[in-house]
């Protein structure tokens, strides 16, 4: 009987070191603080992290192989797909490679303000596209809450401001005497 016998410790070994090095990315992806959505070319969502489920209200499984039109109000949501087709077709990037603050639509149909970052790989031929978004609800509730701080405050110091300034103009005038 003959018999045939290969190593295949240096390939098991790289194998290990391949799931090893995705499992570590995977684990950096979902312990992300921000969002992040991966579509293809198509639109349809590809990857959905952990913080995407918390800021959208949707489990990973609900929004993966759908439109990423989901998590859109109107009217971006009905001009998505004809953006992503004119870019395809030689169009100009609007949001690709740009840093932009733009609306967002949770599970519940509340609309959101978000900071929107993407990114485009080409793989294989095909486009993928990566958003890293963050939720600017809080940012926004606390320009507001300081906005009006300052604007009460504002309004509250100039009415004795103004009084204590016509006085010291009196003085000044010599209407009242040395």
Do not use: W
Not at 55 to 64: C, P, S
Not at 99 to 124: D, H, M, Q, T
Request: aromatic share 6%.
């Amino acid at each position: 009987m003959l018999g045939v016998y290969e190593d295949i410790t240096d390939r098991k070994q790289t194998e290990l070191a391949l799931v090893m090095s995705e499992l570590r990315l995977r684990s950096v992806v979902d312990t992300m603080a921000d969002a992040l959505i991966t579509i293809d070319q198509h639109g349809v969502v590809q990857g959905f992290n952990t913080a995407a489920e918390q800021i959208f209200g949707y489990r990973a499984a609900e929004v993966i192989g759908q439109n990423v039109r989901m998590l859109m109000p109107a009217p971006y949501r009905s001009e998505h797909d004809k953006y992503l087709a004119s870019y395809l077709d030689g169009g100009r990037a609007r949001v690709i490679g740009k840093r932009r603050e733009v609306a967002a639509c949770r599970s519940n149909g509340e609309i959101f303000p978000i900071e929107l970052a993407v990114a485009e790989v080409i793989e294989e031929g095909m486009h993928l596209y990566s958003g890293i978004v963050r939720d600017l609800t809080e940012q926004k509730r606390n320009e507001r809450i300081k906005s009006e701080f300052i604007s009460t405050v504002s309004h509250e110091l100039r009415t004795p401001l103004t009084s204590v300034r016509g006085s010291l103009g009196l003085l000044k005038s010599g209407v009242t005497g040395e």
